[in-house]
């Protein structure tokens, strides 16, 4: 430990640092991650109870010891009002007192009379006036010299949530530190009781106790313990440790550093703690999980924000930790997060990704929640056995889906033709499907057949054709095979058209595409005799080609024996099965004319149809 006292040039040299100091501080900081503790700092700090606050004691002993004139200048510089560099915040009342224009003994101070050294510990409770913690700046604080004087040498004590100054806490007169400082009090607080165990001279050992103890206790700690998991640190008070280790003791606070050592040096090791969300089901060794996707267009905002609820059950306060990977973003992060003790808790986050849309992909990220408590007796699920909770979030960038009747191409018109079929036979089955091309399967949207109406001799094909939508869209890069059959019970030419009405998956930009399907073919019978026209019927036409033919040896279209000539003996066949025929259906009208149109557009690129004659069933495509 190094000397308490300091000659002139030392405290001349030290005001000079401070002046120094004070020139590099005020540059901005950009995150609080600045202001963690050096690497492997608390590397040594793996116990619990009396064990955990010895390892402590051990990293923050032995500070740099400066005198308690120096800290005049020294307090000027760690509790400077974060919005105005010429100000310094005063404890309790938190005014922030201009003392660019204080001149005494040393810049900025004017004897005491403007604003003086608060010993949070005070001198009458234990510190020693000649120890190093009477100067030691984690525990003295720039004070209103009235509001020092009313606090003087009273117990802290008092409920959370009431103006700073002297209360009644069901005993003897305490003071309040307000709420703004009730936190960073007990902390320091804390502090003071593992710094100080009587080890060094001059000193004695601290300690912290329930109401108001005599010296060198100090009252009282079942509040402290509340003020802590009511009030996490703030930017102010974690750069005031940063600056005191940095420029000059040497030394932080560990309670600032890691709050999560408080319920097991200062409590016991049963905290009963466990944080979840809400919404989920929390396993038994406290972990849940949550997962969130949205599907968007390239080029479409994103809009991926989800708040969640984190409930902290247990009557235990505890402090927790928010981490992000990825793309995810969340409105709370970082280690200094607290639910209060005294019963259960919660508070709502907002989690989100922040991902461009502007280019197809998969924008995972995680947000994961760990409570820090590190005691180990709360039971399973409890305290440091309870697992992370983890929030899942993907952002799907995806492309429009690509209607096709082909699957290596785009093709938006189909034609099935079952050329003729023998009437009666058993028709053939043609089968079809409908695909969702994409450059990239994965990251395409699904595919809807919203609707379909048909036209013409629907009634003369069976098809499976259904409305796909919702769970049974077609996924990119997959299909949905149909099939349609012809009636053979009725001869004639047949054609029913059909017009399709697709589209992406129900999303912000989502597009409609038409198409169209077309089923053709004939159904014919085995000749008739005296069909000599072979129309499907014997009728006076047909005895209209025997009397034009009559006699003749070249048209022999009316020549019913196969005789070669045209004569009696074919006047008798027809005679003979005069009013024969197939049977026929009645024929539904073509499409009307903006139908037509419509198919007629869509076919624009489509190759020419395909006529066959008693051949195998043909498909017809157009782009």
């Not at 009431?162 to 960073?184: N, R």
Request: contains cysteine.
């Amino acid at each position: 430990m190094r000397s308490s006292h300091l000659s002139n040039r030392e405290t001349f040299a030290s005001s000079w640092l401070a002046a120094l100091v004070l020139f590099v501080v005020v540059l901005p900081h950009s995150a609080n991650a600045q202001y963690d503790p050096p690497p492997g700092y608390y590397n040594s700090a793996t116990g619990s109870g009396s064990t955990l606050k010895q390892q402590l004691h051990n990293i923050i002993d032995n500070h740099t010891v400066l005198s308690y004139d120096a800290a005049r200048s020294n307090l000027q510089i760690t509790d400077r009002d974060p919005n105005d560099a010429d100000n310094i915040i005063l404890i309790y009342d938190r005014v922030s007192l201009d003392v660019s224009n204080l001149n005494g003994s040393v810049p900025g101070w004017d004897n005491g009379n403007s604003w003086n050294r608060e010993h949070t510990w005070p001198r009458a409770l234990g510190v020693n006036a000649s120890g190093p913690d009477n100067s030691d700046l984690h525990m003295l604080r720039p004070s209103d010299p009235g509001v020092n004087s009313d606090r003087g040498n009273l117990h802290f004590g008092g409920a959370f949530g009431q103006p700073f100054g002297t209360v009644s806490d069901g005993g003897p007169t305490v003071w309040y530190p307000g709420d703004a400082d009730a936190g960073m009090v007990a902390r320091q607080m804390f502090y003071a009781a593992v710094r100080y165990d009587g080890s060094d001279s001059a000193t004695s050992n601290l300690e912290l106790a329930n109401g108001t103890p005599g010296s060198p206790r100090l009252g009282s700690l079942d509040r402290m313990i509340e003020w802590h998991y009511q009030t996490a640190p703030d930017n102010f008070e974690l750069r005031r440790n940063d600056v005191v280790h940095d420029s000059f003791q040497g030394n932080r606070n560990p309670f600032v550093d890691r709050p999560e050592y408080v319920w097991s040096v200062f409590v016991d090791q049963n905290n009963d703690s466990r944080i979840g969300l809400a919404g989920t089901t929390v396993a038994n060794d406290g972990a849940s999980s949550l997962n969130f996707t949205q599907r968007v267009f390239v080029g479409e905002t994103a809009s991926l924000s989800q708040a969640v609820t984190l409930n902290k059950s247990g009557n235990d306060g505890t402090y927790y930790e928010i981490t992000t990977t990825g793309a995810a973003t969340s409105s709370l992060t970082g280690s200094h997060l607290n639910f209060r003790t005294g019963g259960t808790d919660s508070t709502t986050i907002n989690v989100g990704l922040d991902a461009s849309t502007t280019v197809r992909g998969l924008y995972p990220g995680t947000v994961t929640i760990d409570n820090l408590d590190v005691t180990t007796s709360g039971g399973t699920g409890r305290g440091a056995n309870d697992g992370n909770d983890v929030i899942n979030l993907e952002l799907q960038v995806i492309d429009h889906a690509t209607p096709s009747w082909t699957a290596g191409s785009f093709e938006n018109a189909l034609t099935l033709d079952f050329g003729a079929v023998m009437l009666g036979e058993a028709s053939s089955t043609l089968d079809f499907s409908l695909f969702n091309l994409g450059a990239d399967p994965t990251l395409t949207a699904d595919l809807e057949l919203d609707s379909f109406s048909g036209f013409g001799d629907v009634t003369r094909f069976a098809t499976d054709l259904a409305e796909l939508t919702g769970d049974n869209a077609i996924a990119g890069g997959s299909n949905a095979p149909f099939s349609v059959s012809l009636s053979t019970n009725c001869a004639g030419q047949y054609t029913a058209s059909y017009l399709l009405n697709v589209s992406d998956e129900d999303l912000i930009g989502a597009l409609a595409q038409p198409l169209s399907l077309t089923f053709t073919g004939s159904v014919v019978g085995a000749p008739l005799d005296g069909d000599f026209d072979m129309d499907g019927d014997v009728d006076n036409d047909d005895l209209t080609i025997f009397q034009s033919d009559f006699g003749s040896t070249v048209n022999l279209a009316a020549d019913g024996n196969g005789n070669g000539i045209v004569d009696a003996a074919d006047f008798t066949i027809w005679q003979d099965n005069f009013g024969n025929s197939h049977p026929s259906c009645s024929v539904v009208p073509e499409p009307a004319g903006w139908l037509l149109g419509l198919l007629g557009g869509l076919s624009l690129f489509a190759t020419g149809r395909r006529t066959r004659q008693m051949t195998r069933p043909t498909a017809v495509l157009s782009r």
